[in-house]
């Protein structure tokens, strides 16, 4: 699942992020609802992803859970096993009006990925990866921007937008974690058309053998084309928030071009090695988003 596009430093993460949560960039007043939401997805993606439970016990954990956001809704106190989660959470739905159903939207998408996982399932086509990233990703980005008080269609589209593409640029940085779990992002429609099938990807996975062939260097190319693509068709978002919350978000696009550039770096071979940011990469960001104007969509122009 793709970090949460808008940090604040009220709980530190202990999982690696592209993108921290809880900056000082987002004002005070909206940390709390940050954090929230971000420890509601986070503990969520963890009920989904750590440990050693079986599917049928991580589908049970993710059904209680959704019954726990459905009576944090109705202000309902939250159970003893993640009050945690639902204390600080209830208390934003109360101050903020958060939509019940984005929150409800990133838990179907959590069960989509352990059902797929379970049966070995993946995607047709970048239409129905699309929509899985509806559910899992854009929901963060709505959220964001109701409490920015933001919700004309533009700004939701460039919103969906980014956050898709931050999805996408996951799954192509987390390949050689992915598909080690059996989990496979990439549509069948793309391997086809780079005569690739799902059963060829376990011959150059980490430790295989075999390097990544041209074919499948290729295909990643084209992944990582699209996410830029994307992510390029969001970025006049930044110049729409006010203040803090454009420049948040300024950091968060360039970190996601950042991670293409080190896939591109590497060759496009991500089957082999993982790419992240580090501290190191911090000036160059700085110096992008500085950079970042109106009249400059392409980031692909910037020295890398």
Not at 34 to 53: C, L, Q, S, V, W
Not at 74 to 91: D, E, I, K, M, T
């Amino acid at each position: 699942m793709p970090s949460t596009p808008c940090p604040a430093a009220a709980a530190a993460p202990t999982h690696y992020e592209n993108f921290p949560v809880a900056s000082w960039l987002c004002p005070p007043r909206l940390r709390p609802p940050i954090a929230a939401i971000y420890a509601f997805a986070r503990t969520a993606d963890d009920i989904a992803d750590e440990g050693e439970a079986d599917a049928d016990r991580r589908l049970a954990d993710l059904r209680a859970f959704r019954a726990e956001l459905a009576a944090a809704a109705r202000a309902a106190a939250p159970s003893p096993r993640w009050p945690q989660v639902f204390g600080p959470l209830s208390q934003a739905m109360r101050d903020f009006a958060l939509p019940e159903a984005l929150l409800a939207d990133l838990l179907s998408a959590f069960v989509q990925d352990i059902e797929k996982t379970r049966d070995a399932g993946g995607y047709a086509d970048r239409a129905e990866l699309l929509h899985y990233c509806r559910r899992s990703a854009n929901p963060i980005g709505r959220l964001l921007l109701h409490l920015y008080g933001v919700d004309d269609a533009q700004a939701l589209a460039r919103s969906d937008a980014i956050c898709s593409a931050l999805q996408l640029i996951n799954f192509w940085q987390d390949l050689s974690v992915d598909l080690p779990r059996g989990r496979c992002y990439l549509p069948a429609a793309e391997l086809a058309s780079h005569g690739l099938a799902a059963e060829d990807l376990r011959g150059f996975m980490p430790l295989a053998p075999a390097a990544p062939p041209p074919s499948a260097i290729g295909l990643v190319a084209a992944q990582v084309a699209w996410a830029r693509e994307l992510m390029n068709e969001g970025t006049p978002l930044v110049h729409r928030l006010p203040g803090r919350a454009g420049w948040e978000l300024r950091f968060v696009v360039q970190g996601g071009l950042r991670i293409l550039d080190k896939i591109e770096a590497l060759g496009f071979d991500s089957w082999s090695q993982r790419p992240t940011l580090g501290k190191a990469d911090a000036p160059r960001l700085a110096w992008r988003a500085l950079r970042m104007r109106r009249q400059s969509p392409a980031m692909k122009s910037f020295p890398r």
